[in-house]
């Protein structure tokens, strides 16, 4: 006859809970498996992801560079751009706020920024730049105003251009002026204007002057306060780029909004 063996002497076994905790783990395991084996990978969208990982935390291969694909960046271009050139025109109206607060005094009217069909205008009253009948610009606050300028023209886009367009009253110059009519003398004040700027390095290729005499009035010639708006010389900001015009644009109406 078999003896019956002490219950203290039989082999231990694994408790329950962990036999069912294995059977978890496995269940779970198949889950995940099944999971990927259903998942399609994209190789183009899972390097751009690595990349930019390596960009923003410079731990991982590549260092600080990016696998970006060229649609994405020439999507991303016209907003920047269109950030920077609304940074540059906030500067421009903050300058021609200090220039104003100086023009109050002496009773000339003020610098004014307005949008154009193609970018923008900075109106400049003759007053501000040269003395009755002539086209020599010889006051310090307008050189130094010019120079401003000519500072914002150097951080705007190269193909953002400038054209200075010289204007006059519809009354001639006088018999003692160099200048025969107001053709001559609102194309020489133009052409002050480009010096000051090419003086402060401003490109050459960027800007051009034109003289309209008395043919574009923004006010009545029949009376001084009007003939005053009309001597005038206009810097007109404009692109041959589509998005730039857009961008310039946009930015003068941002600015006029927050005024």
């Not at 294995?22 to 889950?31: T, Y």
């Not at 991982?60 to 751009?81: M, N, V, W, Y």
């Not at 005499?213 to 041959?240: C, I, M, Q, W």
């Amino acid at each position: 006859m078999a003896k019956k063996k002490d219950p203290c002497n039989c082999p231990k076994c694994l408790p329950n809970w962990l036999a069912a905790f294995g059977d978890l783990m496995s269940l779970l395991l198949c889950f995940f498996v099944l999971l990927l084996s259903m998942s399609t990978m994209d190789a183009k969208k899972v390097q751009e992801a690595i990349g930019s990982l390596a960009g923003a935390l410079s731990v991982l291969e590549g260092g600080t560079k990016t696998e970006i694909s060229r649609e994405r960046q020439q999507q991303a271009t016209p907003i920047e751009q269109q950030e920077e050139t609304a940074q540059r025109v906030k500067t421009l109206s903050r300058t021609i706020t200090d220039v104003n607060e100086m023009l109050k005094a002496t009773g000339s009217p003020e610098v004014t920024l307005e949008e154009s069909e193609d970018g923008f205008i900075i109106r400049l009253p003759s007053n501000l730049l040269f003395r009755a009948g002539s086209a020599a610009i010889d006051n310090d606050d307008a050189i130094l105003f010019l120079k401003r300028i000519a500072m914002v023209i150097q951080q705007l886009p190269e193909d953002l251009h400038i054209n200075a367009r010289g204007h006059t009253d519809s009354e001639p110059p006088s018999q003692d002026s160099p200048f025969r009519d107001n053709w001559e003398l609102s194309s020489a004040r133009a052409v002050s204007v480009i010096k000051e700027l090419l003086l402060s390095n401003v490109s050459p290729e960027r800007v051009v002057a034109s003289g309209k005499s008395s043919y574009e009035p923004l006010a009545s010639n029949a009376t001084a306060e009007g003939r005053a708006k009309n001597r005038r010389v206009d810097l007109h900001f404009y692109s041959l780029n589509k998005d730039n015009k857009n961008a310039a644009q946009q930015s003068v109406l941002d600015q006029q909004g927050a005024q």
